[in-house]
């Protein structure tokens, strides 16, 4: 199983990114996605979680910002931020099942 996550940039303070989880091998819909992020010197932070069942799940940090979803048909999980904070700025990553991480993601929110 390859997971890759994508979609990330440089964005400005309050602006949008919406990050990509493809996973090859496997389907995701079976399993619980998991994004975590981890900026530099700071322990790896869970963000949103996306169950078999859709039931979704946030980090503090993020409710009411970010949402988690997914599309069975093409096998993806996406993370929607919004209202990005400097303090988002990070290497996001995804976890499906017991896979991951995979390749992860950069995104710098900065002015």
């Known amino acids: 199983v390859q997971l890759q996550a994508s979609g990330g940039g440089l964005v400005q303070p309050g602006g949008s990114l919406r990050l990509s989880c493809a996973a090859s091998?496997?389907?995701?819909?079976?399993?619980?996605t998991d994004w975590y992020r981890q900026a530099p010197g700071k322990q790896r932070e869970f963000v949103a979680r996306?169950?078999?069942?859709?039931?979704?799940n946030y980090g503090d940090s993020v409710k009411g910002r970010f949402t988690i979803s997914r599309d069975n048909a093409k096998n993806m999980v996406y993370l929607q931020m919004d209202s990005l904070k400097p303090e988002d700025t990070a290497v996001y990553y995804c976890?499906?099942?017991?896979w991951g991480p995979g390749q992860g993601t950069q995104v710098t929110v900065s002015s």
């Open positions: 996306i169950t078999s069942g859709s039931i979704r």
């Open positions: 091998g496997t389907i995701v819909s079976r399993y619980v």
């Open positions: 976890n499906v099942g017991p």
